[in-house]
């Protein structure tokens, strides 16, 4: 199946040439057909699938043919990268139109993104909080809205936006077309997709596993000597560009702090940084730059960089899921990536949880000349959790809480001892 059977505007159809789409995604070729009849979908897949393409390749195509100046597609997102990605995805795709898209998030001034709503805009791409503030204002008209997309679901009710998100909704046109995406669907998403959406026709791929195109490694360390491991690793592999991800956003800041001062040309995403500071970061990473970037689950949300090679879990996330979209970031646009994870005797209960979604045991390594004996130096804040600068206790940087792992990866860790066994998973990429 190729993008030409969808029947899409010919300036479309040029522009998925330009950009090298060969063949849909699962994703995609699910979900196209489904939005160009109108019905609301909800669609569920693993970060990496396409998703963005899978809503906003048809949405282009309605709006191309129908009124302008008009604000009459709007898509929602938990985070400003998230909507600047997803803004540079549509402008892509809808190059040679003439289609206006506006994005609208805090952080910033609210006076150019009124300008720029004045000026008329077809789309617009939001975080929740800002939105709602041009609507207190009266400085946006949601009256025309023919289709709305609800990106990361998920995501943003862990953010604690379903609140606002009802308040938007209420202000929308009853009739209208609903596209909800998510990587997971967890009970509370369920119930918003039961009050927002109309008969929604439920497109799921399988998202509980990682891509087949990412092999996994675990290296058991104590917590001490995380940053003198990850400094070590990062001078022994072949690497292109390595995504690090830590709990909490002052220990990302203090580590790359560390990475950049012995060498590593890194730098950190993470929520206390201005939206000028989190940009520059952002393409200094996409143009190489920095070769390491250091962030939280939340701050990464919605990166986009093709090249990465590595993703490296200096802390374990706390659930499958979280895995999954942690390490969904390399293995992309048909190439192959690495997953490392540094775990402690404290992670093994997570550890598991993730062993039984991948079928197989993780290789377990350890680091070649790596003196693990070794009494670990002064090491930065990073790798002892860190003291925050408001001078609160970090959230997530101790001992993660003991039981045992319930199904689907939603966890706590727990004290165990896993295999032995080298892994990477087979089957069809995607």
Known sequence: MSFDLHRLDARIRENIRKL???KPTPIQQKSIPVVLEGKDVIGLAQTGTGKTAAFGIPVLHRLVSGPRHKLRTLIIGPTRELAEQTR???DRLAAGTNLNCVTIYGGVSMRPQMGNLRRGAEMVIACPGRLLDHVRQGTINLSNIECLVLDEADRMFDMGFLPDIRKIVSRLP??????LFSATMPEEIRALAHDFLRDPVTLQMAFSKPAE???HALYPVVDSQKTALLTALLGQIDRESVLVFTRTKHRAKRLAAHLDKVGHKATSLQGNMSQGQRKAAMEGFRS??????VATDLAARGIDVSSISHVVNFDIPRTVDDYTHRIGRTGRAAKTGDAFTFVTQEDEGVVRAIERVLGAKIERRKLENFDYAARPQAAPAASRGGKPQSGRKPQGGGKPPQGK?????HSPAAH???GVRSFRPRGPRQ
């Not at 009853?174 to 596209?179: D, I, K, V």
């Not at 190489?288 to 970037?293: K, Y």
């Not at 792992?405 to 990866?409: A, L």
Request: proline letters at 7%; hydrophobic letters at 30%.
């Open 88 to 90: 540079e995805a549509m």
């Open 174 to 179: 009853a009739q209208r077309q609903t596209l």
């Open 20 to 22: 090298g789409y060969e």
């Open 288 to 293: 190489g730059h920095f070769h390491v970037l």
């Open 405 to 409: 792992p319930r199904p689907g990866g």
């Open 213 to 215: 195109s990412v092999s």
């Open 416 to 418: 165990g001892k896993g």
